[in-house]
């Protein structure tokens, strides 16, 4: 089940030649209740790249969101990825899990929470475009 998500983060780095991982903003890791070292899948949004790292914590209030090691072959400074965790719970708490939702403002900085996933009208609206939706 979907435990965590960050929606829409802009890459703020991509260090290739460090150990691994993708460092975060503590504040994010906070709110979107990850812990360190938890195993995300990231989402690149911009090329559709996909791929699986663990989060490391970075400085509290900076908007950090750096790919590190060979993962930054596949994501650049500038892309915009979600970042989500998963659980394996039982069904009945599959049935009651609520996750985190974090979305994020142009400087990853926290926009809004919500329980709630956001339909793709709604998003575009708020984004300021039609994202495939026909013009009439």
Avoid: F, W
Avoid at 93 to 117: F, M
């Amino acid at each position: 089940m979907l435990k965590s998500k960050i929606h829409r983060a802009r890459v703020t780095d991509a260090n290739l030649e460090y150990e691994g991982s993708i460092t975060l903003d503590q504040d994010l890791i906070e709110a979107a209740d990850l812990l360190e070292y938890e195993m995300v899948h990231v989402l690149d949004v911009d090329n559709g790249n996909r791929l699986q790292t663990y989060v490391i914590k970075g400085g509290r209030g900076t908007g950090e969101v750096v790919i590190n090691g060979a993962a930054a072959r596949l994501v650049q400074r500038g892309d915009l990825v979600i970042i989500l965790a998963y659980a394996t719970l039982s069904e009945a708490e599959a049935e009651t899990c609520v996750p985190k939702l974090v979305y994020v403002d142009g400087e990853n900085r926290i926009a809004r929470l919500g329980p709630v996933i956001e339909e793709p009208a709604t998003a575009a609206a708020r984004a300021g475009g039609n994202h495939g939706t026909p013009n009439h």
